[in-house]
């Protein structure tokens, strides 16, 4: 097991001290001192509350990172299946704390806003990762399509109490087969159309009938 780095430690502490008092509860300096983080060295790395969220998504990024790209031989959906049931195994260890701070976040909507750049980070390297990420505007559309995935399936992932995540990986399972057909439309079909030859999209430069 990887050793926790002085940010791993404080993001962790944040988030047992939110999953037992609260989120909007909880202090910079609170989270210095359950740390154990000099005050001053905890305020370098972290600034505030959104720097740690930040953190946060940075970690829970790295962790699905660590495992390499998604099996080749794997169909589409399973590789993206694969990859996004690594960030809820990143994140199991502090279930309590993430639920605090996203119902939190429900009532912060310029906080949401801040973080959104974060969230789409994320989506990016999962489709990255599974091997199905689109350039261009249909790469953009990906992106959006799975971060509203991924956060449907999180809130079934909060209630999830089943050892295995069984609830999680059949409603993880149920969103990508929604969305796969959008996210192929959006992503390599579209880019398949794009680049047919003229004569198969009815183009101009078809001869006329004799």
């Given at each position: ?38 005050l001053a060295e905890t305020a370098r790395l972290f600034p505030d509350k959104g720097a740690v969220l930040d953190g946060l998504g940075r970690m829970v990024d790295a962790a699905m990172l660590a495992g390499g790209p998604a099996d080749a031989e794997e169909s589409p959906r399973d590789r993206l299946f694969d990859v996004i049931m690594r960030r809820f195994d990143a994140l199991a260890a502090h279930k309590p704390g993430v639920e ?111």
């Open positions: 097991m990887a050793e926790l780095t002085t940010e791993d430690t404080i993001i962790a502490a944040a988030l047992d001290l939110a999953g037992a008092r609260g989120w909007d509860a909880v202090t910079m300096t609170e989270i210095a001192a359950a740390a154990e983080v000099p605090s701070v996203l119902r939190s976040l429900r009532g912060d909507p310029l906080t949401v806003l801040a973080r959104l750049p974060g969230v789409e980070r994320s989506a990016a390297w999962t489709l990255d990762l599974a091997g199905v990420a689109a350039g261009g505007l249909g790469g953009v559309l990906q992106v959006r399509i799975l971060a509203l995935a991924l956060a449907r399936v999180t809130w079934v992932w909060l209630r999830d109490e089943s050892p295995d995540m069984a609830q999680t990986m059949k409603e993880l399972d149920r969103v990508l087969a929604n969305a796969e057909p959008v996210l192929s439309r959006v992503g390599q079909g579209f880019l398949r159309r794009k680049n047919k030859p003229k004569d198969e999209l009815g183009g101009e430069d078809q001869p006329a009938d004799s």
